[in-house]
């Protein structure tokens, strides 16, 4: 795998649906490896809440 639970990444492709822009940071929450590496990730507001919760393929995270 190429992410742990907890790592800080962000992403290299906006989702403009769920709001979320290219490059923007978020944590690792659960690791996926079937059918293909993917990695469910919260990104949060200011204040700690969560704004979004996506599963997104391993190809379209980095390290922050």
Do not use: Q
Request: net charge negative; no cysteine.
């Amino acid at each position: 795998m190429k992410f742990s639970e907890i790592d800080i990444v962000k992403t290299t492709i906006s989702f403009p649906d769920e709001g979320i822009e290219k490059g923007e940071s978020g944590t690792i929450v659960a690791t996926f490896t079937m059918p293909s590496e993917a990695y469910l990730v919260e990104f949060v507001n200011y204040d700690g809440t969560t704004r979004a919760m996506l599963t997104i393929l391993a190809e379209y995270l980095e390290k922050a």
